[in-house]
């Protein structure tokens, strides 16, 4: 891993952190509901931040989608106040479903797999 990819890793990992704390304490849209924060890729020239998120509910992602993507303004605002960075990333949001796929397969499996009798 280069210099500009562990910068970059490490800037992520503090939006992550960042932000999970600002949704958790700040944001009051009930469009957002229960989502976690499961990753946040960054640009390397850090200029943008893809934020992966999961919800409780799969059904709810596209109107927690919606929510976070018209909170996005207050968000970077909050991340500009918390961190020092040169410039704020623009933040992208994406539903992630490797979670919901890993349960999935894990239920797949075990739906095959011999029983003991």
Known sequence: MGRRAGRAQKVGDQIQRELSDVLQRELRDPGVGLVTLTAVDMSP???YATVYFTCLDAARAPE?????????????SQLARRMRLRETPQLRFVYDESIERGDRLARLIESVRPRDT
């Open 45 to 47: 020239d850090c200029a």
């Open 64 to 76: 927690a989608k919606a929510a976070l993507e018209r909170a996005a303004g207050f968000l970077r």
